[in-house]
């Protein structure tokens, strides 16, 4: 601060010092520096009368103040700070004109366009217009893909097939057709589905059947599969039961007439002793003793042991004991097979033919089994007989097979009343 203090009178060129040097500080064309009211003011000198009053170049506009504090400034250091403004100023306006004409260019330009940032470096980019027209050429979120201009093209281009147009089934009892897509559950696939009735072909897929399934085929219970084949529509049934039978149904057009074919597994057949396959209901097999029996395949397919032999399931619960030498009982069947096959020989597992003559009496609920060694003799007309000789033990290579009728509570029929009376259909299904 300068020395001393300073009277100012509103609307008056005049300034009038207390303890001033205004000859020594100041000079015309110098400017004082003081704020009145808080308001800063820069006043240029037009003359320095004394130490204690000068003239300024134009009147003083604030209102009259006495004893303020005020500074000397040097007109070289004013000039100074107003070359500075000026620069300042005009870097300002040019900052304005670039503002000018970058926003000129964002808004009628086209494309891509270059404007100058204040730093002086330029950057590039999209102009309104092409913000615009690309925005306009975007979707909605609101229509769900519904404004796609070739939808069919955007699935394509998305790898989507035209599956992905195709309605969803869900009811079971609907003919499928290419326009359609089939849930699990339609399909039977995610729960069990019951089949009502095996004459129906509107029910594609898997299901389950009961005794009270119509036209059920085994008067069961069981699963099955329906399949369409071509475009009449024709189907055919495959089905399985609880108790391993299965069945075939023949062409089924809708209408139209079908019949069921029985298919032949190990729960309905049994290997012989030489391999081959025979139609199967209770089968037995004997041999002459377990513990030196020779051939591992006589406990498959469901064969277990029952004393001198094996028994598959349907003959569960009898019992086969060797009497003496070719000699065997069986206990527990009602008696020999009454319709189809009774008795096969010991074959040779080697396929050389039978080993053993075999015959049977039915007597008193028991089943006697006799094993003889076979014999050919020359016949009064000169042809070769076979016939049997002593009674010999079953060979350990080999076994008798033997067909039973099982009485009405045997454990398997006890099983199956079970089964079809849907006792134990809960357990089956779960």
Sequence with gaps: MSAGTLTLTNNSPTVTGVSTTFSTELAAGDFIV??????????????????????????????????????????????????????????????????????????????????????GSSWTGPAWSSITTALNGKLDKSQN??????????????????????????????????????????????????????????????????????????????VGVQLQWDGSPSTSWFVWTNDGQAYVQTNHIPGGQYQWKKVYTTANTTTASDGTLKAASPVARIVADAAICERLDITEDGFTWCGNGTANEEAEGITINRMDVGVYTITGAQSLATSGWQLLPPMDPGGMGELGVVEAEDADGTITVYLYRRKYILGDNGEIVKTKGELIDVPAESWIDVRLDMPVDSIWKSKQTLVESGDMETKTTR
Excluded at 178 to 200: E, M, R
Aim: hydrophobic share 35%.
């Design 145 to 222: 893909l519904n404004d796609l201009a070739d939808k069919a093209s955007s699935r394509s281009n998305m790898g989507l097939g035209s599956v992905a147009t195709y309605a969803v089934e869900t009811n079971k009892n609907t003919n499928r057709n290419a326009s359609t897509i089939p849930t699990l559950g339609a399909l039977g696939l995610a729960g069990a589905v019951h089949i009502d009735n095996f004459s129906d072909t509107s029910q594609i897929g898997f299901g389950r059947f009961t005794t009270a399934t119509g036209n059920n085929p085994g008067n069961t219970n069981g």
């Design 34 to 119: 003081v704020t009145v009211g808080g308001v800063p003011y820069t006043l240029p000198v037009k003359t320095v009368n004394s130490n204690t009053s000068l003239t300024l170049v134009s009147n003083y506009n604030g209102p009259t103040q006495s004893g303020a504090a005020w500074s000397a400034i040097p007109r070289a250091a004013m000039n100074l700070v107003t070359a500075a403004l000026v620069a300042q100023s005009a870097e300002a306006l040019r900052g304005l004109n670039y503002d000018k004409q970058n926003w000129q260019s964002i808004f009628s330009g086209t494309g891509n366009v270059t404007v100058t940032l204040p730093d």
